[in-house]
């Protein structure tokens, strides 16, 4: 009772003076800090395991030493701040090291666009851009999709709640089953039939958008043959293929880009989250060249020149040079597979099934509320996890990229003694 009288008393400021649209700081009631690597402490001292890393933006971990560096040099060197879309220095190196270390190794041909510096309107840039070149107005998206916030973004979204909070009805979107959603059903058949079918009641589409990990629809990961297929739809009907790698770019499953180990070639992806190097807001829409077809200034943001974060994305760019980061980002995440099993089979109660890819996994259970408990009493015991899935299902791991093997395991340990508490209840 006392602790929850100190709890209410550190968040009054919070809770009297917020909206209540606040959703974290419910669920992890303290006020945090100071932060480094995968680790964070509230003002009490308290030390967290983080396996949140700010929803996927902080893939690189707090306040990375290097990328601290160069930003505090350039700010006391009064470099410029805020420029839209001039060109600067740090916009200049990261578009050069962007072309050298991600996209010409990987043999991919994109236009570079820095929408607003979000993943809302880098998906919102996307969706406009390809109903400007097909002259279509119809977008293909998936059940449990999760793609933002906006108008555009939320009608290609799945949530009903976060659809319903639109307030107004959205339309030229059709949703279609992802991979898997119906059980012994072929979903590829299905798209097919209603694109083939001038009587389906579904127009040819200007794209279809998918994640290959739905990162808030559950941790559903996409079978690599479902994705070639879904890209030989694409060719077949001439609908642009959109990705969005918000969450799951950027090292998160593995190699930079999800849709790497597909061997598939996006028309257009969406990344955001992780590319700002630090955590600090920014957002790419990278576009085929055939496809750039913007006038200037048809899609734009006040805040779509941020460099400070041109200079933490350019840092972190580093990390891509050689395959040493990718194949230490799949050891860690081979080691938490294994231990998820582990856990699934200690208790069987959870009805437990494994989600997901890279360090992008989860633990989906079957009781109503039980995973948010489970998250719970986590926090109370130093571990910032999160639920995701239509109902909160599912318990997510989003740990930063560069967590070391005693923290993987610390954290692992952390939410087994949270399970077996909760489940002893």
Not at 210 to 229: D, F, H, P, S, Y
Not at 263 to 284: E, F, H, R, T, W
Request: contains cysteine; negative net charge; hydrophobic residues 40%.
């Amino acid at each position: 009772m006392q602790a929850a009288v100190l709890s209410n008393a550190k968040m009054e400021t919070f809770e009297k003076l917020e909206s209540a649209v606040r959703s974290y700081s419910r669920g992890w009631p303290t006020v945090f800090e100071k932060a480094k690597g995968y680790k964070i402490w509230d003002i009490d001292g308290k030390e967290y395991i983080d396996f949140f890393a700010g929803a996927g933006a902080l893939n690189y971990g707090h306040n990375n030493d290097e990328m601290q560096e160069k930003l505090i040099e350039y700010i006391k060197n009064d470099g410029i701040l805020h420029s839209l879309d001039m060109g600067t220095t740090p916009r200049k190196k990261f578009l050069e090291a962007f072309q050298e270390i991600i996209l010409t190794p990987r043999n991919l041909d994109y236009k570079v666009m820095f929408p607003g510096p979000t993943g809302t309107n880098s998906v919102e840039s996307a969706l406009k851009i390809a109903r400007k070149v097909t002259g279509r107005d119809t977008v293909i998206s998936f059940t449990n999709a999760f793609h933002g916030m906006t108008i555009g973004s939320l009608s290609v979204t799945g949530n009903s709640f976060k659809r319903h909070g639109a307030g107004i009805p959205l339309h030229h979107s059709v949703s279609m089953p992802f991979d898997e959603y119906v059980e012994d059903q072929d979903s590829i058949a299905y798209i097919e039939r209603f694109l083939e079918d001038s009587g389906s009641g579904v127009a040819l589409p200007a794209a279809i958008i998918l994640e290959t990990v739905q990162g808030e629809g559950g941790i559903n990961a996409a079978r690599m043959e479902w994705l070639r297929k879904i890209e030989r739809i694409c060719r077949r009907f001439n609908i642009l293929l959109i990705v969005d790698d918000v969450q799951a770019g950027c090292g998160r499953t593995g190699t930079f880009f999800s849709f790497e180990p597909a061997g598939i070639n996006p028309d257009v992806v969406c990344l955001s989250k992780s590319i700002g190097g630090a955590g600090l807001p920014m957002a790419l829409t990278l576009i085929k060249p055939e496809y750039d077809q913007w006038g200037p200034g048809e899609h734009n943001g006040t805040f779509r020149g941020n460099n400070l974060a041109f200079i933490a994305a350019t840092e972190a760019l580093n990390n891509w040079k050689s395959d040493t980061f990718s194949n230490e980002i799949k050891r860690k995440a081979a080691l938490l597979k294994t231990r998820i099993t582990e856990i699934i089979q200690a208790y069987p109660e959870l009805k437990g099934e494994a989600r997901g890819r890279g360090l992008m996994q989860g633990i989906a259970t079957c009781g109503e509320g039980l995973a948010s408990e489970i998250c719970a009493e986590s926090f109370k015991r130093g571990l910032i996890v999160e639920t995701s899935g239509p109902k909160d299902e599912v318990v997510k791991f989003l740990p930063p990229l560069i967590i070391d093997e005693e923290g993987l395991k610390n954290g692992l340990s952390i939410l087994e003694e949270s399970i077996n508490h909760v489940l002893s209840k």
